[in-house]
């Protein structure tokens, strides 16, 4: 009976979990795996290894930090699982472009946000992978740059880094758009 | 302080933590530097592009089919 309450209780957490970070697992899926179908797995793998290690969250106020970690070494082995796709930054933005047009999402985002948020979205998008991921973390998902570092498993002065040159490329890009 | 030295600092300017005399420098250079003025101003609005647009969204049809998924993968885990 007590094993039975356990449970319970972790499946309640997990839903509460999900409602509150799942987007945010799947922006920093997207941004690394490019395609709904493996960022829509890594949600799922996310949430199944959060459920196996919800023991080890101690403090409630680190829990997107924590998840993002796990979510962000899935869709790196997801990756690296895949190696025909390109990976080169370049190739990736022609592979991103076909992709979101195709996307039914990408559609529905459009219609809803407008090009304003196409502009900004796309010139995330183009980004080399580390200096993105170091925005998508601290700008887009609001992370401190100490959780930053954790996630990419980084020193907190290369984060620092990475969200100045990231920050300077998206001034550059962006700069009369917006 | 030069311009050279705001920009590398910006990040840790932003995030406020520059020691009392660096960020009293960095105020005193912005106060008369009218092109870090427009790097710092550019700079918070890029931040706030990013926080507001940045986001690859999953559906709400998306949303409740992983969550269902997550919760039968479980379930069958725990049985
Ligand atoms: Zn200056």
């Keep these: 009976m007590p094993e039975l309450d356990r449970s319970d209780s972790r499946f309640d957490l997990i839903v509460e979990l999900f409602r509150n970070h799942a987007d945010a697992v799947y922006n920093v899926a997207y941004r690394i795996v490019w395609n709904r179908s493996d960022a829509e797995d890594v949600v799922q793998a996310t949430f199944i290894q959060v459920f196996l290690k919800v023991d080890q969250l101690r403090d409630w106020s680190r829990a997107r930090g924590w998840l993002l970690q796990i979510a962000y070494r899935q869709a790196l082995s997801i990756l690296r699982r895949r190696k025909e796709e390109p990976t080169d930054p370049a190739d990736l933005a022609a592979y991103i472009t076909a992709e979101q047009r195709t996307s039914e999402d990408a559609v529905s985002n459009q219609i809803l946000r407008g090009e304003l948020a196409d502009t900004i979205r796309d010139a995330i998008n183009a980004l080399p992978q580390s200096l993105r991921m170091a925005i998508v973390l601290r700008d887009v998902e609001g992370l401190t740059l100490a959780e930053v570092a954790d996630v990419l498993d980084i020193g907190p002065s290369a984060t620092k880094m990475r969200v100045t040159r990231g920050r300077q490329q998206l001034r550059a890009d962006l700069v009369g758009k917006i | ?79």
């Design chain 2, 1 to 79: 302080m030069q311009c050279h030295e705001l920009e590398a600092n910006l990040t840790s300017f932003l995030e406020g933590e520059l020691d009392q005399d660096t960020e009293a420098e960095a105020l005193k250079h912005l106060a008369t530097c009218s092109h870090c003025e427009t790097v710092l101003s550019e700079t918070r609005s890029v931040i706030a592009a990013s926080a507001e647009f940045g986001q690859e969204r999953m559906s709400q049809s998306a949303h409740k089919r992983l969550l269902n998924s997550v919760l039968d993968q479980l379930g069958d885990l725990t049985n």
